[in-house]
């Protein structure tokens, strides 16, 4: 069924619903709501753009199942990188990781790979990670993205700066992979 949307920008309530397993009037219903953003043809007709449904859709699960946590590992040094992967593969909730190498990358891959959660690393070639932040927040539908923010050089100035710009914590290298697992939803 998702695979007869894929290629369709815009879809309709009736389309939404069939994808969601809900009734029209339940669609209609999040769009009054605001939780599922939709545009409205001048004819009168709500239209919800694919990639704002699927956000919705890992955010909201009909079933209570959780599906693949989607995980976007941002960092130059490619020894974190690989380190980040091994430890958030095969955990009990299953993942999808993707990783980039500064903070252009990160944005271009936010928009593509939708992902749950970023582990941003502070300090990057290009776009410091609090600029990168700053910029996915203001990114349309990817406000409820969880940033997780990471440094070796992390102070109290750091942490503010980061927790300003849109990250909901950070952590200091060398990380504490207990504490990182517990925050991301992935312990246990």
């Not at 029209?24 to 409205?40: D, H």
């Amino acid at each position: 069924m998702l695979e007869d949307f894929k290629n369709k920008p815009y879809l309709t309530p009736n389309e939404v619903a069939q994808w969601m397993m809900v009734s029209p009037v339940t669609v209609r219903g999040w769009a009054q709501k605001g939780m599922l953003q939709a545009e409205v043809t001048p004819g009168g007709h709500r239209r919800f753009r694919r990639e704002e449904v699927e956000r919705f859709a890992r955010q909201w699960n009909p079933a209570g199942n959780k599906g693949p946590l989607r995980i976007l590992i941002v960092d130059d040094d490619h020894a974190v990188l690989g380190f980040l992967k091994e430890l958030l593969v095969g955990r009990p909730r299953p993942t999808v990781i993707e990783t980039a190498a500064d903070g252009f990358e990160a944005g271009q891959k936010v928009q593509a790979f939708l992902p749950d959660v970023l582990l941003l690393d502070l300090m990057m070639p290009g776009l410091k990670g609090d600029e990168v932040c700053r910029r996915i927040r203001q990114m349309p539908g990817q406000s409820q993205v969880r940033i997780i923010a990471m440094s070796g050089y992390l102070d109290a100035q750091r942490e503010a700066e980061l927790l300003a710009a849109g990250a909901e914590c950070c952590f200091a290298k060398p990380l504490d992979s207990a504490r990182l697992l517990q925050q991301i939803g992935l312990a246990g």
